[in-house]
């Protein structure tokens, strides 16, 4: 009788892939559940752990990965997935293992949710016979791409072997070759094991995306014709999930008291992420483009602790002196702070999916300027199917520069941009309100997704 009034726990064990960009979501992610009602525990990688004390509801439990040091992006991401997969496999097995030994007699068993790049969570649930649920942080349209190096390879598709060709992808509009995370099919070798991963379903219920249907509809339908599982699109979760910081480097919030000082849309935000590095000598053509831009603007410089210097002791002697007050350089920026902000006006952005989504969530327009991977995809969405933005397509000399941040910012074209920017915005305000994300957590997608959660674990408890 002691056990008919508690209400049977119903446990999440959310496994994040250890980088900025993919850790960020999956606690938002975290949040947005938590306030439904679901125990939730994180299980993370040694490396990039995240910060436990901003979320005191959750449970944070570390698994050993044998990493030492962080990999050099894009090359090593491959070596370092397969090492960390490999090693966080039996830890996390024997976590589960004792999680399901110890759970009260009507308890159900625990649901795992994973991020598609740690498919050892999917292997360690699959047999220990546990609900699992795919997470994608990326971009449906990414996906979609990585999917379609097996169909062009089996249709005997042969793509030019200029990286910078400008002929589109068959099936994947608009995306050309030199859009493609690897414009050579010679050598995919290596991204087999990538392709594995993002195609291989299993045994997985489900697959939810951080995204939204008034931006990627059409891709959206597309995916579920390829595969026939639940989908539920529930961003942007930055703005559903009312979460703390989870940033793995300090921000520095002086940025926001100077931008206060600062006139409605007159500051180019320039930023390129937590991964991706800019070499001395593209510093040095950044730093007088923006200085020769005569515009305001907020630049966020990531210590580089390989070089053990500041990336800011790299400038040109007399840079500081040129721009004076007009500059303002920080070491890592609060960003969605920064993007809402009345003051920004423009962002210089590699376009990582956070970054795009945090972007069109404020109606900030975008100058482009993609490194590698999921950045390719989405600056030419940005540039040829929303609109919000533009490609750097050049070699990034101080000229171009210049020329790009003041066509945004001033100019006739930029204006352009900057309403359908707006426009872009007010679609994701009404996707929120509407059904695909409320800050209240009561939309329709993640209603759904609560319920068809606790009516697998409860399936699973009955089997």
């Given at each position: 009788?002691?056990?008919?009034?508690?209400?049977?726990?119903?446990?999440?064990?959310?496994?994040?892939?250890?980088?900025?960009?993919?850790?960020?979501?999956?606690?938002?992610?975290?949040?947005?559940?938590?306030?439904?009602?679901?125990?939730?525990?994180?299980?993370?990688?040694?490396?990039?752990?995240?910060?436990?004390?901003?979320?005191?509801?959750?449970?944070?439990?570390?698994?050993?990965?044998?990493?030492?040091?962080?990999?050099?992006?894009?090359?090593?991401?491959?070596?370092?997935?397969?090492?960390?997969?490999?090693?966080?496999?039996?830890?996390?097995?024997?976590?589960?293992?004792?999680?399901?030994?110890?759970?009260?007699?009507?308890?159900?068993?625990?649901?795992?949710?994973?991020?598609?790049?740690?498919?050892?969570?999917?292997?360690?649930?699959?047999?220990?016979?546990?609900?699992?649920?795919?997470?994608?942080?990326?971009s449906v349209a990414t996906l979609l791409t990585f999917l379609?190096?097996?169909?062009?390879?089996?249709?005997?598709?042969?793509?030019?072997?200029?990286?910078?060709?400008?002929?589109?992808?068959?099936?994947?509009?608009?995306?050309?070759?030199?859009?493609?995370?690897?414009?050579?099919?010679?050598?995919?070798?290596?991204?087999?094991?990538?392709?594995?991963?993002?195609?291989?379903?299993?045994?997985?219920?489900?697959?939810?995306?951080?995204?939204?249907?008034?931006?990627?509809?059409?891709?959206?339908?597309?995916?579920?014709?390829?595969?026939?599982?639940?989908?539920?699109?529930?961003?942007?979760?930055?703005?559903?999930?009312?979460?703390?910081?989870?940033?793995?480097?300090?921000?520095?919030?002086?940025?926001?008291?100077?931008?206060?000082?600062?006139?409605?849309?007159?500051?180019?935000?320039?930023?390129?992420?937590?991964?991706?590095?800019?070499?001395?000598?593209?510093?040095?053509?950044?730093?007088?483009?923006?200085?020769?831009?005569?515009?305001?603007?907020?630049w966020v410089l990531r210590p580089d602790p390989a070089k053990?210097?500041?990336?800011?002791?790299?400038?040109?002697?007399?840079?500081?002196?040129?721009?004076?007050?007009?500059?303002?350089?920080?070491?890592?920026?609060?960003?969605?702070?920064?993007?809402?902000?009345?003051?920004?006006?423009?962002?210089?952005?590699?376009?990582?999916?956070?970054?795009?989504?945090?972007?069109?969530?404020?109606?900030?327009?975008?100058?482009?300027?993609?490194?590698?991977?999921?950045?390719?995809?989405?600056?030419?969405?940005?540039?040829?199917?929303?609109?919000?933005?533009?490609?750097?397509?050049?070699?990034?000399?101080?000229?171009?520069?210049?020329?790009?941040?003041?066509?945004?910012?001033?100019?006739?074209?930029?204006?352009?941009?900057?309403?359908?920017?707006?426009?872009?915005?007010?679609?994701?305000?009404?996707?929120?309100?509407?059904?695909?994300?409320?800050?209240?957590?009561?939309?329709?997608?993640?209603?759904?997704?609560?319920?068809?959660?606790?009516?697998?674990?409860s399936l699973t408890l009955c089997n």
């Open positions: 009788m002691e056990n008919q009034g508690r209400r049977r726990c119903r446990k999440l064990v959310l496994v994040p892939c250890p980088f900025q960009g993919h850790i960020n979501p999956m606690l938002q992610l975290g949040t947005i559940l938590h306030s439904r009602g679901f125990s939730i525990t994180i299980a993370h990688a040694q490396f990039n752990s995240p910060q436990t004390s901003n979320h005191p509801d959750f449970v944070f439990l570390s698994l050993p990965d044998g990493t030492s040091s962080k990999p050099a992006m894009p090359h090593d991401f491959l070596p370092f997935m397969s090492k960390l997969n490999f090693n966080c496999k039996d830890p996390f097995q024997e976590i589960l293992s004792l999680m399901i030994e110890k759970q009260e007699q009507d308890d159900q068993l625990p649901c795992i949710i994973f991020e598609i790049f740690m498919s050892f969570a999917q292997e360690v649930a699959s047999h220990l016979k546990l609900p699992n649920i795919i997470f994608h942080t990326n379609a190096y097996a169909r062009l390879k089996a249709e005997g598709y042969t793509p030019p072997q200029d990286s910078t060709s400008t002929e589109l992808v068959p099936g994947l509009h608009p995306l050309r070759f030199k859009d493609l995370p690897v414009t050579n099919f010679a050598h995919l070798d290596g991204m087999w094991r990538v392709i594995a991963m993002l195609s291989n379903i299993g045994s997985s219920s489900a697959i939810i995306w951080n995204t939204m249907d008034c931006l990627e509809q059409s891709v959206l339908a597309q995916y579920q014709r390829q595969c026939q599982v639940p989908n539920f699109s529930i961003g942007p979760m930055h703005k559903i999930a009312s979460a703390p910081s989870s940033s793995l480097l300090e921000e520095d919030s002086s940025c926001i008291s100077w931008l206060d000082k600062q006139g409605h849309n007159s500051v180019i935000y320039a930023s390129f992420g937590s991964i991706a590095s800019v070499d001395a000598k593209e510093l040095t053509e950044m730093a007088w483009g923006l200085a020769n831009s005569q515009q305001t603007f907020l053990g210097s500041e990336p800011s002791d790299c400038l040109p002697d007399d840079f500081k002196e040129t721009v004076g007050e007009r500059g303002c350089i920080v070491k890592w920026a609060p960003q969605q702070l920064v993007l809402a902000h009345s003051s920004v006006g423009g962002f210089l952005s590699h376009c990582g999916w956070n970054s795009t989504l945090e972007s069109i969530s404020e109606g900030v327009p975008m100058i482009c300027k993609p490194a590698f991977g999921d950045q390719l995809i989405n600056t030419r969405y940005i540039s040829h199917e929303w609109g919000n933005g533009f490609e750097l397509e050049n070699d990034l000399g101080r000229g171009e520069i210049e020329r790009a941040i003041k066509m945004l910012m001033v100019e006739k074209e930029g204006q352009e941009m900057r309403q359908r920017a707006a426009e872009l915005k007010e679609k994701t305000q009404v996707s929120i309100k509407s059904g695909s994300g409320h800050p209240s957590y009561e939309c329709s997608e993640i209603l759904q997704l609560s319920y068809v959660v606790t009516v697998w674990m």
